[in-house]
């Protein structure tokens, strides 16, 4: 099991560098400081429909003003302040619950900062004070960009955080025991940008509109993606370089791992691959264990070091970030939009990734009629190298999906390529769009064809920086300078505290993160204010992601 010293010493050789585009709004911060600037609230039972938003302990009802459960400046995530009356420490319990950590199917804890563009539930409750979104808010930077860092090696990664979503395959641990025998070392460095900032297209705007009249329910006043509360990571796996055995030992044993504070700085191994997360919301739906009502997913890219498809300064990885979405890429310049990413880690079939699959218990009832009919058929063309979508046609030409007919056909295709129940749904278009708009609601604004990632990229012909914050470990803080010159808006270095921006779980020290294995307490609700009118949860914050348990799925895939 590492010690303290040993990550504090590992998160610092690793450190990443990071491009931000010109135009970025927001920097990484303190997750710590972005909650304790928060109001917290309970939604129980949980809904988007503000009735049942406030202190865990209303009725749901159109009662207002409401209360939150922690207003906002009376939140504290240090444990000094157990017992201080002006203030509630969330690690706190209350009769050995902890109300303001515990978030479960039952209660949904989340925070609020910067959401609630027309005021929010504790200003009224007419349906013209909608609690929503705007596309973007005021930039949120800081002097100090900063990241959080979780350390781990084959000692302590069973430990890791998961979810329902993001199952991890049994014996995980030893199949990676078994590719580096000496050891290895896990490095996820968690960043967290108070506000993504995205764009629909056409297509999902006509399927948000369209689900909304199915339902007689307005849609948003503010059709976007845009959310708050956006977490990132970069994930490095690197090989622990081992000490030979004792003398004595029998032979074939293998080196032992060996510890990061007796190595001298240049005998640090590079890492031998590298994730960059991404996010889409509302187009791809987990249903991982029968997963439903998540409605977002975060994967990462897998990137191998030795292949080329990374770039380094040193053992530095360079991550450019997204505009506005933060998603991660390891070369600089545009890239298509994750629910259209061909690098998937996982062989999700994107039969059309505008299409609203609503009806999962129809769905999945014809899947069932249908699988016996059509498996083999699928299982025989993968071997043969055909394509998901080419076996698709054959078996509708055929008639084997004419149980389903039509787009819904198309929809039970596509679960038959999703890989551990991941699926990207598509286009209500073709089927009934329901009444027409409520009275009193305008249509929405059309959309762009397609919204993709733009990212930093260097244009010397450009009199304008091509990137626009650049952090760096503070090791290289000259020489990229130097380097960079006039292409940067301005570099900033991470700073030398190392050791305070390592994850520490043990119970009160940094409460805001979400539980792992070997520790049980932390809070579990979503980082950013649920939103109405948001009928794919879109727009609503999110929880933590599992970014360990995403790595090391995609790199078992990956791997074979």
Not at 73 to 83: K, T, Y
Not at 315 to 333: D, E, I, W
Not at 395 to 415: C, K, N
Not at 491 to 500: K, P, V, Y
Request: glycine content about 10%; some cysteine.
């Amino acid at each position: 099991m590492l010690t303290s010293d040993e990550k504090t010493k590992l998160a610092e050789i690793y450190e990443p560098i990071l491009f931000q585009h010109p135009e970025e709004r927001y920097d990484p911060v303190s997750p710590a400081m972005y909650m304790t600037g928060s109001g917290m609230w309970c939604n129980k039972p949980i809904s988007s429909n503000r009735s049942t938003w406030g202190d865990c302990e209303q009725t749901p009802s159109f009662d207002f003003p409401r209360e939150a459960l922690i207003p906002r400046g009376q939140l504290s995530v240090n444990l000094a302040d157990l017992d201080n009356p002006n203030v509630s420490f969330i690690g706190r319990s209350e009769e050995s619950f902890r109300t303001f950590q515990v978030s479960n199917e039952e209660r949904e804890l989340f925070i609020a900062r910067l959401s609630w563009s027309e005021g929010g539930p504790e200003v009224s409750g007419s349906i013209s004070n909608s609690s929503e979104n705007f596309l973007e808010v005021a930039p949120f930077q800081t002097n100090q960009p900063t990241y959080y860092v979780d350390v781990r090696d084959q000692d302590s990664i069973a430990a890791i955080p998961r979810d329902e979503g993001t199952p991890l395959p049994p014996g995980f641990d030893m199949a990676l025991r078994s590719l580096y025998p000496n050891g290895y070392w896990l490095i996820t460095y968690h960043f967290f940008y108070a506000y993504h900032v995205e764009r629909l297209t056409d297509c999902e705007i006509d399927s948000e509109v369209i689900r909304a009249k199915r339902a007689d329910e307005f849609f948003a006043n503010n059709l976007h993606g845009s959310y708050e509360g956006d977490w990132h990571a970069i994930t490095v796996l690197v090989p622990n370089p081992g000490v030979p055995p004792p003398a004595g030992a029998p032979t074939g044993t293998p080196p032992m791992p060996i510890s990061p504070l007796n190595l001298t700085d240049d005998a640090f191994p590079m890492p031998e691959y590298v994730g960059f997360s991404r996010r889409a919301r509302g187009v791809l739906v987990n249903i991982g264990a029968n997963v439903v009502d998540s409605r977002n997913y975060t994967f990462m890219a897998l990137k191998s070091v030795v292949g080329g498809e990374t770039r380094f300064s040193g053992t530095h990885v360079k991550a450019f970030v997204a505009r506005g979405t933060h998603n991660m890429y390891s070369l600089p310049g545009n890239n298509t939009a994750p629910k259209f990413d061909d690098e998937l880690p996982f062989p999700i079939e994107l039969v059309n990734t505008c299409i609203l699959a609503d009806n999962f218990e129809y769905v999945f009832a014809k899947v069932e009629e249908i699988r016996e009919k059509i498996g083999g058929a699928i299982d025989k063309g993968r071997k043969a190298g055909i394509s998901i979508a080419k076996i698709l046609a054959g078996a509708a030409a055929g008639g084997l999906l004419g149980a389903a007919g039509g787009p819904i056909g198309g929809i039970v295709g596509a679960l038959f390529g999703a890989w551990g129940g991941a699926i990207a749904a598509a286009i209500e278009g073709l089927l009934d769009p329901g009444p027409d708009s409520i009275p009193g609601q305008p249509e929405p604004a059309p959309g762009p064809k397609n919204v993709g990632d733009v990212g930093p990229i260097l244009d010397p012909d450009s009199e304008e920086p091509s990137f626009g914050t650049v952090v760096v470990p503070t090791t290289l803080l000259e020489a990229l300078s130097t380097e960079l010159g006039d292409e940067a808006t301005v570099i900033r270095s991470w700073g030398e505290n190392f050791a305070s921006r390592v994850i520490d779980r043990t119970d009160g020290i940094q409460p805001w993160w979400q539980p792992d294995g070997d520790h049980p307490q932390g809070y579990q609700g979503l980082w950013g204010a649920r939103v109405s009118r948001d009928p794919f949860n879109r727009r609503s914050g999110t929880r933590i992601p599992s970014f360990e348990a995403i790595f090391i799925n995609a790199l078992l895939k990956d791997l074979g």
